[in-house]
């Protein structure tokens, strides 16, 4: 089972920028989906985007369109999400997941891996 680390994380002031990065261990991580969630205190885990394993990408969630940007890169074993003019309400623990399959892509259950989250605070 593929292994995921998500980094770059921190404390950015609104309108800011920052790159998370998750690092996948094992051999066939460009067979796999993956996904970025993110969670605020006290709410439920929230889809924000996912890609194929040939760079083909789901739809955004609505509050990050235009602003998050996610990619891949199967050499490095490696996604990445961009994400610009932050908003504090984008203030969440952020998580790489892994999936092997191709349904449901905006559903928690889907996923057969994840990291451990890296924190994002946007403050105003």
């Known amino acids: 089972q593929v292994q995921l680390v998500e980094s770059g994380g921190g404390l950015v002031q609104a309108g800011g920028s920052l790159r998370l990065s998750c690092a996948a261990s094992g051999r066939t991580f460009s067979s796999y989906v993956m996904a970025w969630f993110r969670q605020a205190p006290g709410k439920e885990r929230e889809f924000v985007v996912a890609i194929t394993r040939n760079g083909g990408i789901t739809d955004y969630t609505d509050s990050v369109k235009g602003r998050f940007t996610i990619y891949r890169d199967n050499a490095k074993n490696t996604v990445y999400l961009h994400m610009n003019t932050l908003k504090p309400e984008d203030t969440a623990v952020y998580y790489c997941?892994?999936?092997?399959?191709?349904?449901?892509?905006?559903?928690?259950?889907?996923?057969?891996?994840w990291g451990q989250g890296t924190q994002v605070t946007v403050s105003s």
């Open positions: 997941a892994a999936s092997n399959t191709r349904v449901r892509l905006t559903s928690t259950q889907t996923y057969d891996a």
